[in-house]
């Protein structure tokens, strides 16, 4: 993978391949991890799954006093964790703090603080079966798999290991090839705690290596990552039947209302579509602006991208916005930028690489864009912020609707009432009114996309419900009699008095409805 090489160093049989990081900022090798077997891969599930056997079997209560170590760790620690994701990624250190170790903490703290709540188990009142007994009890489910991406390459996995732990799994992780140093950061901060250390395996390496964890036996993946590489590991999930969720890519649109705060909604755009150069999920990844603020809106929107200091964040100058983590990137963002010029976009900030030493692209915004041009329609995970005139709302709910992605949206309007309204209309497991990117750090609500970002979600108590198995225990609320009237010998007696009740109960105006049971 580009500057991330995974060499083969063949200096005999007992020395494993090795995977090599290198910071995007300067290109410089800053580490290297071991690269998993086959049979590596195998064993840590093995482990893990011994050590979920009794880490499953302790009350909630105690799993989250434990997990709270590794929390305090994590603060404890905090500055070297930033400075690993800060060099490898090439971002600036104020977003490893604000947007990986502090969202990672909360959620952490969160979970800890309401997980014996959210996972009590639950009585349901039965609607038939009135003389039953039915709750419902969360458990662990043995091994979950975690594949990890490298934009975000401690808060993302972490929030899925955490996850799991909680509901009394065990996980066997595979970080991203680019980015292994920050997550074998928080392994060594999470061994340092005294927590078995098996409960939670690192496994690095590249696609070999999340698809035999696949079909290494775990019971449930959390996968993060691109579209076509989604497709595949779902693929994979199902030829071995293990259920997964999946967190995909984004094409989150921003409307700008006729109404909008111009001023509040550029520098939305700016944060939204620059921050972490862009390599976010949930970036601002198209503009609708009305007709009536559009022009000042991408005025505005160039003079506040000039102004982003742009560097190396190790370098010594605070920077806003640092390198591209993945090269590839680059390439990516230069072929929508030549496709949109040449179909009428105008560049109105930015639009190249810059010369080396490492990785760099400049904020970039274009406009006079339109569904013509790849960028307005598919994913560019860079620094470029796309701009569309638009003469209506209709036409920006169409448009904003007009995509195979479905992850984040964003409404920018003077009037809630009327953001909500549009927030209704967007195809979008997120919609935003006003605000850039934040929902993602409120661990208390649900996370995830629609249509191809993918299923499931993650964050929020169903998730942590979601990532247990939901045990159905059934039992009789009466003496249980000899026999059952349902079970053999049938007779023709009892199927008329089935009958009888069927009509009697569910017939409108029938007896359930009487009692005021039943619609
Ligand atoms: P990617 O799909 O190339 O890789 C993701 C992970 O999958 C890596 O760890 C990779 O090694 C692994 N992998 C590759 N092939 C595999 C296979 N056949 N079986 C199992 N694992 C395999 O994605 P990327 O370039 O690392 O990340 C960028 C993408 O991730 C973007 O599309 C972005 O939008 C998306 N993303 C989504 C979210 C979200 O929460 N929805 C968050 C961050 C990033």
């Known amino acids: 993978m580009s500057m991330h090489v995974e060499t083969a160093q063949k200096t005999g049989n007992a020395k494993p391949r090795m995977l090599e990081s290198f910071a995007p900022a300067t290109g410089e090798k800053i580490g290297e991890v071991p690269v998993a077997s086959r049979d590596d891969v195998k064993s840590a599930i093995a482990r893990a799954r011994k050590a979920q056997a009794a ?44 947007h990986e170790v502090m969202i990672l903490t909360d959620l952490l703290t969160y979970y800890c603080k309401n997980a014996p709540k959210i996972l009590e188990p639950r009585e349901l009142a039965l609607h038939l079966l009135k003389h039953k007994r039915s709750v419902i009890h969360y458990v662990p489910r043995g091994v979950v798999g975690v594949i990890g991406t490298w934009n975000f390459p401690f808060v993302i996995p972490l929030a899925d290991v955490v996850t799991a732990l909680v509901t009394g799994s065990a996980v066997v992780l595979k970080p991203s090839e680019v980015t292994p140093l920050s ?50 590991v779902a693929a994979a999930c199902g030829a071995n039947l293990v259920p997964c969720v999946m967190e995909l890519g984004g094409k989150a649109p921003l409307i700008a209302c006729a109404d909008c ?4 909604t550029a520098r939305a755009v700016v944060f939204g579509g620059f921050v972490n150069s862009g390599q976010v999920c949930i970036s601002v990844e198209r503009v609708y602006a009305h007709a009536s603020i559009h022009d000042r809106l991408v005025d505005r929107v160039g003079e ?46 930015g639009g190249k690489r810059r010369s080396g030493p490492g990785q760099f692209f400049e904020p970039t915004v274009l406009a006079k864009c339109d569904h013509t041009m790849t960028v307005m329609k598919d994913e560019i995970f860079g620094p470029i912020v796309p701009i569309q005139k638009v003469s209506s709302e209709e036409e920006a709910v169409r448009l904003a609707n007009d995509s195979h992605l479905g992850l984040n949206a964003y409404v920018f309007t003077k009037d809630r009432v009327r953001g909500e309204r549009l927030a209704s209309r967007i195809e979008a497991g997120s919609v935003i009114v006003n605000d850039v990117l934040t929902n993602y750090a409120a661990a208390e609500a649900p996370f995830g996309g629609m249509k191809q970002s993918g299923f499931g979600r993650i964050h929020g108590d169903d998730a942590l419900r979601d990532m247990a198995e939901a045990r159905h225990v059934f039992t009789g609320r009466l003496p249980d009699p000899k026999s059952d009237p349902l079970w053999f010998p049938y007779s023709p007696k009892a199927f008329k008095w089935q009958l009888k009740l069927l009509k009697a109960m569910y017939r409108s105006g029938g007896l359930l409805k009487k009692l005021g049971r039943l619609l």
């Open 304 to 349: 506040l991208t000039r102004e982003i200091r742009q560097g190396d964040p190790q370098g010594g100058d605070v920077v806003d916005v640092g390198a591209i983590i993945y090269a590839k990137q680059i390439e990516v963002a230069e072929k929508h930028i030549a496709d949109a010029v040449a179909k009428g976009a105008q560049i109105v900030a």
């Open 183 to 232: 997550m074998q950061k928080a392994k060594d901060i999470f061994d340092a705690t005294g927590l078995p250390q098996d409960l939670f395996v690192v496994v690095h390496g590249g696609g070999d290596v999340g698809q035999a964890m696949i079909e290494g036996g775990i019971q449930k993946l959390c996968f993060t990552g691109g579209v076509e590489t989604g497709k595949k």
């Open 261 to 264: 705060d111009v001023e509040r």
């Open 55 to 98: 880490w499953g079997l302790l009350p909630v209560e105690e799993r989250c006093a434990r997990l709270l170590r590794f929390r305090d760790a994590i603060v404890d620690r905090a500055e070297e964790i930033i400075d690993v994701v800060s060099r490898e990624c090439g971002k600036p250190k104020h977003d490893a703090l604000s």
